[in-house]
């Protein structure tokens, strides 16, 4: 080891060297240091303790993250994973997150949270839930599934040696079929609904645009981020389609559709194709009226695109009148599915209408709407017996 004399530009005398520490097991690379002291005996005193304070630490200058509690861990994985979603699934998440992960596991630390802990944990959110205890969170296997993709970054980390959450029994949830009844209008509450449309005075434009979204919705089966997100130049009406290309999300910007498939072309009927043309006419006008042309179908002339919370209050209101059950505007995709299917579309086609990634996802979700085809299904057993 060589040692230098150096001078200082105020005169003081110090003594300085160049180490070789080692290779650092991590990056692969030569790891080098400069020691400097008031004298020779000192450099060689730091130079030696600095080699084995590099071997302590493993011979490496790579800093591993500490990480002992269940709130560090979260904070850490959600920093990952939030880049990885679209802002609508961001939302949702954190949410879940921030009203149940935390005040569940939050306050732990990681090594004492083990299976037994969370299985408890489980168990009580589940008995709360099925036994209808006031403010229980009825999908508490949503909380489980987070908890666990959460426990295994974790591991991944090597923050924690095993993920305890992945034994852990989920209890049955005796109210899931109860709260996943798909919201939708049977035929009678659809007339209703349609003939109380009818009544409204659509020579107030507010009006007109609501009668032209909601029956958009029904013709079409867009969810209401996509019907939302549309441009004139998004609507062929000389041949009759819809392209669907974009959705909006909560932040009232655009971005890709939910899924690949969900990028589709929807072919429209003709009183469709009729009342578009019309309300694009009256539209035309109204953004005359203001000094401007308007490139967004639904638009509210105040923002890019309109606030989807409002127009969700406004057809509250509008189900009010017409005294049906408030389905919501998703309910207005499943009524489309229900009259499809009603009406003998085969499951692919509407597959493809409704912009679903596999088949298998469109009959979970709308086979047992179909009952007038599962009343025929009686009419053909009937027919097959009789020509036995």
């Given amino acids: 080891m060589k040692i230098n004399q150096i001078k200082k530009k105020d005169g003081i005398i110090v003594y300085r060297a160049?180490?070789?520490?080692?290779?650092?097991?991590?990056?692969?690379?030569?790891?080098?240091?400069?020691?400097?002291?008031?004298?020779?005996?000192?450099?060689?005193?730091?130079?030696?303790?600095?080699i084995v304070d590099f071997q302590k630490n493993g011979t490496t200058r790579v800093k591993s993250t500490t990480i002992t509690t269940y709130q560090e861990l979260a904070d850490l994985w959600w920093e990952s994973y939030q880049h990885t979603v679209k802002p609508n699934t961001q939302q949702t998440v954190k949410a879940l997150l921030n009203n149940h992960i935390i005040p569940l596991f939050g306050r732990y630390k990681l090594d004492k949270l083990t299976t037994p802990l969370i299985q408890s944990i489980v168990n009580d959110l589940a008995n709360k839930a099925n036994n209808g205890v006031a403010g229980a969170f009825l999908h508490y296997g949503q909380i489980h599934a987070l908890n666990k993709r959460i426990l295994q970054y974790g591991v991944i980390m090597q923050a924690i040696p095993y993920n305890p959450a992945r034994e852990v029994i989920l209890p049955r949830n005796l109210q899931k079929n109860k709260?996943?009844?798909?919201?939708?209008?049977?035929?009678?509450?659809?007339?209703?609904?349609?003939?109380?449309?009818?009544?409204?005075?659509?020579?107030?434009?507010?009006?007109?645009?609501?009668?032209?979204?909601?029956?958009f919705l029904l013709a079409t089966g867009c969810r209401i981020g996509e019907a939302l997100a549309l441009h004139w130049s998004d609507i062929d009406l000389s041949q009759s389609v819809v392209h669907v290309t974009k959705t909006l999300n909560y932040k009232r910007e655009t971005n890709s559709p939910k899924s690949p498939s969900s990028y589709r072309d929807i072919p429209i009927d003709r009183e469709t194709v009729r009342m578009l043309k019309s309300y694009?006419?009256?539209?035309?006008?109204?953004?005359?009226?203001?000094?401007?042309?308007?490139?967004?179908?639904?638009?509210?002339?105040?923002?890019?695109?309109?606030?989807?919370?409002?127009?969700?209050?406004?057809?509250?209101?509008h189900f009010k009148r017409a005294q049906v059950?408030?389905?919501?505007?998703?309910?207005?995709?499943?009524?489309?599915?229900?009259?499809?299917?009603?009406?003998?579309?085969?499951?692919?086609?509407?597959?493809?209408?409704?912009?679903?990634?596999?088949?298998?996802?469109?009959?979970?979700?709308?086979?047992?709407?179909s009952k007038e085809n599962t009343e025929k299904a009686v009419s053909y057993f009937e027919t097959a017996l009789k020509n036995l």
């Fill in 18 to 50: 160049n180490i070789y520490l080692g290779t650092d097991k991590v990056t692969g690379k030569k790891v080098k240091t400069t020691i400097t002291a008031r004298t020779k005996k000192e450099v060689k005193a730091k130079a030696r303790a600095t």
């Fill in 179 to 215: 709260q996943n009844k798909i919201k939708h209008f049977e035929n009678d509450e659809l007339r209703q609904f349609l003939d109380y449309l009818d009544t409204l005075n659509t020579s107030k434009y507010r009006y007109l645009y609501d009668i032209t979204l909601y029956k």
């Fill in 280 to 317: 694009k006419l009256e539209q035309t006008q109204e953004a005359w009226k203001l000094g401007r042309t308007e490139p967004v179908v639904f638009s509210n002339f105040i923002s890019e695109y309109p606030h989807g919370e409002i127009l969700r209050r406004r057809l509250s209101t």
């Fill in 325 to 369: 059950n408030d389905i919501g505007f998703h309910g207005f995709r499943h009524t489309h599915a229900s009259l499809l299917l009603n009406s003998g579309i085969p499951y692919k086609e509407l597959q493809h209408r409704l912009g679903h990634s596999q088949l298998s996802m469109t009959m979970d979700i709308y086979s047992h709407l």
